[in-house]
């Protein structure tokens, strides 16, 4: 084996999953190594990969080494390899096709999108890598996660992802901690996981003024909102018990209006003060909780 599945093999291990058989191991191997080009034999018996996990539609993640030579080294350093369960026809529509469609898919800090496609039955997508932390684990380890920067990962989340993409007309649904890393290189927090938007993305494109899909996705994000804001602030060490905290994280989110505003953006022809007002209210929101030293 020239890529190390420690990481995958560890969470179906954890979740009492049964581990892929040394076939299906060495089937995902070669098929990396071809979809990457990588000659595999040179990096014999050191390695030149490793497993990053898996996920429900994803058979393995997979990375290259820093240094190790691949097909997309000209446009990305290193890269992640999604090998998919399935044909995944949307997910590879997104990942070749509809992150170049849309300007504002690489304007905001979101992992890029290199390439897409079908291989020996079943969808890959070649995305650019992230190196760092995600949020969910930045606020498991308290001792290093202070106040301020927590205030910058949420400013980061609202007035850089999550503002301008709403403005575009796009929405999101999965904002969890999880799909969230803290960029080893600028410190800053970039998104990742950008498939979730392909089907508003899809609708946006081809419907516009249509806005099913687009409307469910919004209401997810606003239930998962308050909790991801009270998550990060009381990893920075506030005095204040969680339960206390979320009531202050709701009644803040609420004075200031701030979900009227996000839902707002993208859908009037009044868009920069939209977004203006949509700003103003979430650094209202800041306001109300550093006025009861919560941040």
Not at 106 to 124: M, N, T, V
Not at 232 to 239: I, N, P, Q, S, V
Not at 256 to 281: F, W
């Amino acid at each position: 084996m020239t890529i190390d599945w420690s990481c995958l093999l560890t969470k179906k291990r954890s979740l009492g999953q049964p581990d892929p058989t040394p076939a299906e191991l060495a089937a995902w191997e070669s098929r990396a190594g071809k979809l990457l080009g990588v000659e595999q034999r040179s990096y014999e018996p050191s390695g030149w990969a490793e497993s990053l996990g898996y996920g429900m539609r994803t058979l393995a993640l997979i990375t290259p080494y820093s240094g190790v030579e691949h097909r997309f080294s000209s446009r990305s350093q290193r890269v992640v390899l999604k090998l998919f369960r399935s044909q995944a026809t949307e997910h590879i529509q997104f990942h070749s096709h509809t992150f170049l469609s849309l300007p504002i898919l690489q304007r905001i800090p979101l992992q890029a999108s290199l390439a897409g496609g079908e291989f020996d039955g079943c969808g890959y997508a070649v995305l650019q890598f992230i190196p760092g932390i995600t949020l969910r684990q930045a606020v498991c380890v308290t001792s290093p996660w202070t106040g301020p920067r927590a205030v910058q990962a949420l400013n980061d989340l609202m007035e850089s992802i999550w503002i301008p993409a709403w403005a575009s007309g796009l929405r999101f649904k999965d904002c969890h901690p999880g799909n969230f890393i803290l960029s080893e290189t600028t410190g800053r927090l970039v998104m990742i996981d950008g498939e979730q938007m392909r089907k508003p993305a899809t609708e946006l494109i081809d419907s516009p003024s249509r806005w099913l899909i687009r409307d469910r996705h919004e209401d997810n994000a606003f239930s998962r909102l308050p909790k991801l804001i009270s998550d990060t602030l009381y990893a920075a060490g506030t005095e204040t018990n969680r339960a206390a905290l979320n009531r202050a994280v709701a009644q803040a989110i609420e004075d200031s209006h701030l979900v009227q505003h996000l839902k707002e953006l993208g859908r009037t022809d009044h868009n920069q003060q939209d977004v203006a007002a949509a700003t103003s209210a979430w650094r209202s929101v800041l306001s109300q909780l550093r006025m009861e030293k919560l941040c």
